[in-house]
């Protein structure tokens, strides 16, 4: 009685679910966090097959898994089997957990095998953090791609910012080529402010730690982009008004 006890105290003090078996499969305990998870509680689950009581379903086939029964794992001469990740407990109210289980053999004073251990953990939130984890990878990822890109872009908006520049010292102000150099000039300083800020949301955050969101001049960028591609347009005969 003193041993049962004591076991009894030990499973409820474990971290991961405890669900113990006879010979036959049957539940013969249960530890508290075992009863949470399962949605069965010991009283209930007593006597129990382990099947009815740690109801698994196959995580990609959504059928049920196959757990292992004591004789397999004598037959295989294996003390316990590793963990598995990839299977889904369906609580008693129909709740579903991912979870991962082992199972091991208990043996007697006399090393007489008496019945099994299954320990399991809900992995939860073990995913979560992993899904979280990756979503981060996948935004610094984009944010190093689109640093790169901005900056590349900016070297090659300078460069054309500088020859149109150069162009309108060498052109008679009020001409045609004139002004189509200023509106180059122009844009460039608009692309040059967009790179700025596609470089604010590659770093993520602005210098206080959070994302600054400012207003466009939608009318100017409108109508500085028409001026860039008016004389495209006249070529095809389209005419656009702003």
Known sequence: ????????????????????????NDVTSM?????????WTQ?????????????????QTRQ??????????????????EDREEVILVARNDKEHPVSY??????????????????????????????QILAKQKMEAIG?????IAHEFNTLLTIVAGRASSMTEHLIPNTRAYDDAQQIIEATR?????????????????????ITIEPMPLPDVVRNTVALVESS???????VEV
């Open 190 to 210: 608009h692309a040059s402010v967009l790179t700025k800020r596609i470089l604010g949301l590659a770093r993520a955050t602005s210098p206080d730690g959070e």
């Open 233 to 239: 347009f006249a070529e095809r005969h389209i005419t």
């Open 144 to 148: 190093k791609m689109a640093s790169t």
């Open 31 to 39: 530890n508290p966090l075992a009863e949470s998870l399962t949605g």
């Open 102 to 131: 082992s199972l091991s053999l208990i043996r007697d004073a006399k090393n007489n095998v008496t019945g099994m251990a299954l320990a399991f953990r809900d992995m939860t939130r073990h995913r979560e953090m992993e899904r």
């Open 64 to 81: 049920d898994a196959d757990l292992p029964e004591i004789k397999s794992l004598l037959r295989a001469k294996e003390p316990a089997l």
């Open 1 to 24: 009685m003193e041993r049962e006890r004591w076991f009894e105290a030990m499973l409820r003090c474990i971290g991961d679910a405890i669900v113990t078996t006879d010979l036959a």
């Open 43 to 59: 009283a209930e689950a007593l006597g129990r097959g382990i099947r009815k009581v740690f109801h698994l379903i196959d995580e």
